[in-house]
């Protein structure tokens, strides 16, 4: 017997309650909607006692990883009638796993921007906290790599804000695109 709406839903919940899961969006994104989701997000923070340092490194996190979803998705809305409206396909996870919290954010890529991107994630990846802050510093200095949008220095203010080295993960969809995700602990 298939489950019914409420069944189904009520273990998709479950599921996520399981995971530690405290604030999940999947769908289409703009400036507006990061801004709204991110004020839910400190809200819900706040209201669960997290402390000042936390709740902002949390929400730098969240904002940046948004932010890269925004500009990069290989997954976009258009509207074609003159008006400038995009939105972005994505999803991010925010949750609780073994006292610290985990900011998880996916989207799709273009298959040829996955090795570039690859390759920085391991370069900051080997780094430790010190590396981290010279290359920032570093980067900060440099003219932005052509069409990068922010994404070198992006990357580098995740990993400076993560409490653990960053994960991340390539999923093949197709010839062109890839499902890339980004898990920070702090």
């Known amino acids: 017997m298939a489950a019914t709406l409420g069944q189904e839903y009520a273990a998709f919940k479950r599921e996520l309650d399981s995971k530690g899961i405290i604030f999940s969006f999947s769908g289409y994104l703009s400036e507006g909607i990061l801004f709204s989701l991110g004020e839910a997000l400190r809200e819900k923070m706040t209201l669960e006692d997290a402390d000042g340092p936390t709740v902002r490194r949390v929400f730098s996190v969240f904002v940046e990883q948004m932010q890269n979803i925004i500009r990069y998705s290989a997954e976009k809305i258009v509207a074609n009638d003159g008006r400038t409206i995009e939105l972005s396909a994505g999803m991010v996870t925010i949750g609780m796993e073994g006292g610290k919290f985990f900011?998880?954010?996916?989207?799709?890529?273009r298959n040829a921007d996955v090795p570039r991107l690859r390759e920085r994630l391991?370069?900051?990846?080997?780094?430790?906290?010190?590396?981290?802050?010279a290359h920032y510093r570093e980067q900060l200095r440099e003219a932005p790599d052509e069409g990068s949008r922010g994404a070198t220095i992006g990357l580098i203010e995740i990993a400076r804000?993560?409490?653990e080295p960053i994960e991340y993960d390539f999923a093949a969809i197709d010839t062109d695109k890839t499902f890339f995700c980004l898990k920070v602990r702090i």
């Open 103 to 109: 900011i998880v954010c996916g989207n799709t890529v």
């Open 122 to 133: 391991d370069f900051l990846k080997g780094l430790d906290k010190d590396g981290i802050k």
């Open 161 to 163: 804000r993560a409490s």
